[in-house]
């Protein structure tokens, strides 16, 4: 008797951990919010889209409108080709621009969506023209860093020898 009540224990852990191993794996592939409303295409080329995945977020005004639908890599340009599919209520002028943000400090990427003011709007297949890729923190502390008018911890510049004259 005793037998049987720890092996429905085992069973019992053994399936919620496959739950909760299912429920991880929807929530890092967002396929939890995924749905199937009807769509348009858009295309952006960036410079570097840093860990933007198949399925991330397209989001304007922080409110969700699209997922990305593809990623390539152009050979001729080197520029990433990030195609999305954006809500048919949601109509993109063409003077629109997108950049790559991350949700938080160490959270997932997405494409922002920032609207133009023209009356013409992006049709299907269209492309954002003005885009701006992910810049990584890496980058910013090496720009921070080694900027032109490099300046040391205390404030002086490094090409000021007559301060360290001795």
């Known amino acids: ?12 852990f053994v399936v919620v951990g496959i739950a909760s191993l ?8 967002n396929l939890r919010n995924k749905t ?4 348009y295409i858009v295309k952006a080329n960036f410079d570097n889209i840093g860990s ?4 991330s977020q397209v989001k304007s005004s922080g409110v969700t409108i699209g997922r990305v639908k593809n990623i390539s890599l152009d050979t001729k340009s080197f520029l990433a080709n990030v195609t999305m599919n954006i809500n ?16 938080g400090l160490l959270g997932e990427q997405y494409i922002d969506i920032n609207p133009g003011n023209e009356e013409e709007n992006i049709k299907h297949l269209g492309c954002i023209v003005y885009t701006q890729g992910f810049i990584s923190i890496e980058q910013l502390m090496s720009k921070f860093l080694y900027s032109s008018n490099e300046k040391n911890i205390i404030g002086l510049s490094a090409n000021d020898s007559e301060q360290f004259a001795y």
């Open 22 to 29: 299912f429920f991880l794996v929807l929530q890092t592939n």
């Open 52 to 55: 933007l995945r198949i399925n």
């Open 36 to 39: 199937f409303t009807s769509t």
């Open 88 to 103: 048919k209520k949601y109509l993109l002028p063409v003077d629109t621009s997108a950049s790559i943000l991350t949700s």
């Open 1 to 12: 008797m005793m037998n049987s009540k720890t092996e429905f224990l085992v069973g019992l």
